[in-house]
């Protein structure tokens, strides 16, 4: 997992949390730097009869703020203990001023995603991707390219990428249609870890394709001068 990575903890004077191994956020969710965080607490909260909840508090090397992260632990074992959360929320995907003003309802889902993804809860999140990826091809289509407001949100989200974003037609193929058409949003489907990263696979292709179009569409300011002045 790109949010996650596997943490070793020590400590020797409670043989309760000595040398057991948690999930923890790769990146501080204050100052988004990738870290090793130090452990300076821990405690624990029995849950049920064969679970108990894992309670710690880090402390990032770069920043030094504290978060806390939540475990749930079976049979006391020192390995594989779920990671349930981490408080505060871990960190924000960033984009261009462009992408915002263009879309912040996307931003505003996208990041709602992310915090899903970041919790393992990839039902949610995929379901979130998608619809944030809807918004912005449909904002971008009425807002930069000055399309018919009403024709654009009848579109389907394929027939928008193809309309509006792929109008080469190289990225709208088949498995792309299966991709963001099918997967995660129907009853009783379980989905594997390989159709989540592909949808973030093509989720991000299409973000790129849009940002460029923004930018050739909103070049900055000190161009259009050059572009004045050798015309002049």
Same mark, same amino acid.
């Given at each position: 997992?790109?949010?996650?990575?596997? !943490?070793?903890?020590?400590?020797?004077?409670?043989?309760?949390?000595?040398?057991?191994?948690?999930?923890?956020?790769?990146?501080?969710?204050?100052?988004?730097?990738?870290?090793?965080?130090?452990?300076?607490?821990?405690?624990?909260?029995?849950? !049920?009869?064969?679970?108990?909840?894992?309670?710690?508090?880090?402390?990032?090397?770069?920043?030094?703020? !504290?978060?806390?992260?939540?475990?749930?632990?079976?049979?006391?074992?020192?390995?594989?203990?779920?990671?349930?959360?981490?408080?505060?929320?871990?960190?924000? +995907?960033?984009? +261009?001023?462009?992408?915002?003003?263009?879309?912040?309802?996307?931003?505003?889902?996208?990041?709602?995603?992310?915090?899903?993804?970041?919790? !393992?809860?990839?039902?949610?999140?995929?379901?979130?991707?998608?619809?944030?990826?809807?918004?912005?091809?449909?904002?971008?289509?009425?807002?930069?390219?000055?399309?018919?407001?009403?024709?654009?949100? +009848? @579109?389907?989200?394929?027939?928008?990428?193809?309309?509006?974003?792929?109008?080469?037609?190289?990225?709208?193929?088949?498995?792309?249609?299966?991709?963001?058409?099918?997967?995660?949003?129907?009853?009783?489907?379980?989905?594997?870890?390989?159709?989540?990263?592909?949808? @973030?696979?093509?989720?991000?292709?299409?973000?790129?394709?849009?940002?460029?179009?923004? @930018?050739?569409?909103?070049?900055?300011?000190?161009?259009?001068?050059?572009?004045?002045?050798?015309? +002049?």
């Amino acid at each position: 997992m790109d949010f996650l990575k596997m !943490n070793s903890l020590s400590f020797p004077a409670s043989n309760h949390y000595h040398q057991i191994k948690i999930l923890i956020p790769s990146h501080c969710p204050h100052c988004s730097q990738a870290m090793k965080p130090i452990t300076t607490k821990s405690h624990s909260y029995n849950y !049920n009869s064969k679970e108990e909840i894992n309670i710690f508090l880090h402390q990032c090397p770069d920043c030094f703020k !504290n978060f806390v992260t939540t475990h749930l632990r079976k049979n006391k074992e020192k390995e594989n203990i779920e990671f349930i959360s981490c408080y505060p929320s871990t960190r924000k +995907s960033q984009f +261009s001023r462009l992408v915002e003003d263009t879309s912040p309802k996307f931003i505003d889902i996208y990041n709602q995603a992310f915090s899903s993804e970041q919790q !393992n809860h990839f039902e949610v999140a995929g379901v979130g991707y998608r619809l944030a990826l809807e918004f912005l091809v449909k904002d971008f289509a009425i807002k930069a390219l000055k399309q018919d407001e009403a024709e654009v949100k +009848s @579109k389907k989200l394929f027939e928008a990428l193809k309309d509006y974003v792929d109008t080469q037609g190289a990225l709208t193929s088949e498995e792309v249609v299966r991709v963001l058409g099918n997967d995660f949003i129907y009853y009783g489907q379980k989905q594997e870890q390989i159709e989540f990263n592909l949808l @973030k696979w093509y989720l991000d292709i299409f973000i790129q394709q849009i940002e460029t179009k923004l @930018k050739l569409l909103h070049p900055p300011v000190a161009s259009q001068q050059v572009e004045k002045q050798i015309q +002049s």
